[in-house]
């Protein structure tokens, strides 16, 4: 049965960490490339970040850059996401997607919200 079941979810303090984990299951793993995805109440969803199925091509949406780390473990089926100093801009559901390496580009898939795909999503809170 094909899943992306996403995990480590929850409440921080603003400046924070967590680490978001998106387990995937039912199809060739390899052959696909991860991304996050978040949507806030009463917003559009957007793209996060992308990695390529090897994990060599990473993508990230401005506003986390040099906040948030991607990275997949292809062994494990999983694909990760490491935020760190979070703020409650980033309050937000968070999805992760698949989408296979040879269609569109690994930014198409994160700015235009690509995905074959997708998991049931884990929320996300930042407040004091």
């Known amino acids: 049965q094909l899943q992306l079941v996403e995990s480590g979810g929850g409440l921080v303090q603003p400046g924070g960490s967590l680490r978001l984990s998106c387990a995937a299951s039912g199809f060739t793993f390899d052959y696909y490339r991860i991304g996050w995805f978040r949507q806030a109440p009463g917003k559009e969803r957007e793209g996060v970040s992308c990695?390529?199925?090897?994990?060599?091509?990473?993508y990230y949406t401005d506003s986390v850059k040099g906040r948030f780390t991607i990275a997949r473990d292809n062994a494990k089926n999983t694909v990760y996401l490491q935020m760190n100093s979070l703020k409650p801009e980033d309050i937000a559901v968070y999805y992760c997607?698949?989408?296979?390496?040879?269609?569109?580009?690994?930014?198409?898939?994160?700015?235009?919200?690509?995905?074959?795909?997708w998991g049931q999503g884990t929320q996300v809170t930042v407040s004091a």
């Open positions: 997607a698949a989408q296979p390496e040879i269609q569109a580009s690994l930014q198409a898939m994160c700015v235009q919200s690509l995905g074959r795909y």
């Open positions: 990695i390529s199925s090897s994990g060599g091509a990473t």
